[in-house]
Nanobody, 123 residues
Framework: EVQLQASGGGLVQAGGSLRLSCEVS????????IGWIRQAPGKGRERVSA????????YYEDSVKGRFTISSDNAKNTVYLQMDNLKPEDTAVYYC????????????????WGQGTLVTVSS
């Protein structure tokens, strides 16, 4: 079973940047998509971004397009989420999750997900 460990969260002022990391272990060919989901206080889970680590295709939720960049370093088994121009509404616990492919990720058919990392953006 694939295991994921998220890190890199913290407190940042609006307009600032953070880079989240998701270290992946036990990945199989059934887990091509790795992505990020977030949950703000009192709200439901929201897909943020995902990448197919096999072909490099990406997905971004509309509210983060142009501000967030997802990338994969397969040699390090790590997926990164570079978050720039952060806004207070980006405050949430960010989780990384695995899925068979981007379609499965968009369908919330996650095969695994790990503990989250808290991102707090102050105004």
């Amino acid at each position: 079973e694939v295991q994921l460990q998220a890190s890199g969260g913290g407190l940042v002022q609006a307009g600032g940047s953070l880079r989240l990391s998701c270290e992946v272990s036990g990945k199989t060919f059934d887990d091509d998509a790795i992505g990020w989901i977030r949950q703000a206080p009192g709200k439901g889970r929201e897909r943020v971004s995902a990448i197919n680590t096999n072909d490099g295709n990406t997905y971004y939720e509309d509210s983060v397009k142009g501000r967030f960049t997802i990338s994969s370093d397969n040699a390090k088994n790590t997926v990164y989420l570079q978050m720039d121009n952060l806004k207070p509404e980006d405050t949430a616990v960010y989780y990384c999750a695995a899925a068979h492919d981007l379609i499965a990720f968009l369908g919330t058919a996650y095969s695994s997900w790990g503990q989250g990392t808290l991102v707090t953006v102050s105004s």
